[in-house]
């Protein structure tokens, strides 16, 4: 599992590499809504979870995957991005794992990720 207290997390850019690439994960009537990418790893968000991809080793064969319900979000912070700043921020608060915060470059629907976890949290 990603070590989210100790690792900074790389600056996540959309790409959709990642949607493909945890197809074989998803459940029956799980949708990919929006997939990102660092340097080597990846999150995406679905209509049930987030799913976190951590790339290891050399030659990067080897993959973590880690499944954040969003059924076990307590709180959560969008920051979006401004005129000079150009980055946007996600912290998300997990009953038992505590914090993990996602940073995003470029174009991102941060807006459609948050109204994503509102409706999972209060809906």
């Not at 080793?57 to 401004?82: M, Q, R």
């Amino acid at each position: 599992m990603i070590d989210f207290n100790n690792k900074g997390f790389f600056k996540l850019k959309q790409n959709n590499e990642y949607a493909e690439r945890v197809t074989a994960l998803l459940l029956e009537g799980e949708t990919v809504i929006d997939a990102y990418k660092s340097m080597r790893d990846g999150v995406v968000f679905t209509n049930k979870r987030i799913i976190a991809v951590n790339v290891q080793g050399i030659t990067g064969s080897k993959k973590d995957f880690t499944s954040l319900p969003y059924k076990n979000i307590v709180a959560y912070s969008v920051e979006t991005s401004g005129t000079f700043d150009l980055d946007s921020e996600l912290e998300i608060y997990f009953s038992a794992l505590g914090k993990v915060k996602f940073e995003f470059t470029g174009k991102t629907s941060i807006i459609e990720i948050s109204q994503l976890i509102s409706r999972h949290i209060f809906g």
